[in-house]
């Protein structure tokens, strides 16, 4: 099962919020997700992040490849095992 780091929508018109989720390759973006590893609100000034570090490096560990915002997202927040 090839696995991808990336962002759900959330929210509603004009306001969106996403959640980091690990989710299957062939999947559509808001099916359901293998596991929730945090949410991203664009729209707070900064930005609003919460991201559980340790189950992001286990799933960067074990071969799920992230989205290009999500790869942003985590070298922001200090997370090292992403290849660019």
């Not at 960067?60 to 490849?65: E, F, P, S, Y």
């Amino acid at each position: 099962m090839p696995a991808v780091i990336r962002l759900k929508r959330f929210g509603t018109l004009k306001k969106p919020f996403h959640r980091i989720v690990v989710i299957d390759k062939r999947r559509a973006r808001d099916s359901e997700p293998i596991e929730t590893l945090g949410y991203y609100d664009p729209k707070t000034n900064p930005a609003n992040v919460k991201l559980n570090k340790e189950r992001a490096e286990y799933w960067l560990g074990v071969g799920a490849a992230p989205s290009d915002a999500v790869k942003l997202l985590f070298k922001k927040h200090g997370i090292k095992k992403v290849k660019a």
